[in-house]
């Protein structure tokens, strides 16, 4: 079983910047997707950025050349660096872990990002 905990968020105002971290412990694979999701309310969850275990990225278009993607080389960490933050990135931001094969979904408790203007 795996256990993902979520840190990093807060209070930013525009143009600012952070950075969240995700933590996984428990009996961990060297596999897997990592996945940063958000949603704000009212609003449906989206993909802001994935790595695969082969270090692949992915952005979603709004958040490309401002978000980064990374993890640690264990590959038991992912962090969302953010820059130049706006008010519409303000969301409870998730972090997810996911095995290709299908035999592993996993997900932080989330974190909430609020930019302020």
């Known amino acids: 079983q795996v256990q993902l905990v979520e840190s990093g968020g807060g209070l930013v105002q525009a143009g600012g910047s952070l950075t969240l971290s995700c933590a996984a412990s428990?009996?961990?694979?060297?596999?897997?997707?990592m996945t940063w999701y958000r949603q704000a309310p009212g609003k449906q969850r989206e993909l802001v950025a994935a790595?695969?275990?082969?270090?692949?990225?992915n952005y979603l278009d709004s958040v490309k050349g401002r978000f980064t993607i990374s993890r640690n080389n264990a590959k038991t960490t992912v962090y969302l660096q953010m820059n130049s933050l706006k008010p519409e990135d303000t969301a409870v931001y998730y972090c997810?872990?996911?095995?290709?094969?299908?035999?592993?979904?996993?997900w932080g408790q989330g974190t909430q990002v609020t930019i302020s203007s």
């Open positions: 790595i695969t275990n082969g270090g692949t990225t």
């Open positions: 997810n872990f996911r095995d290709p094969l299908g035999t592993g979904d996993y």
């Open positions: 428990g009996f961990i694979r060297r596999i897997y997707t």
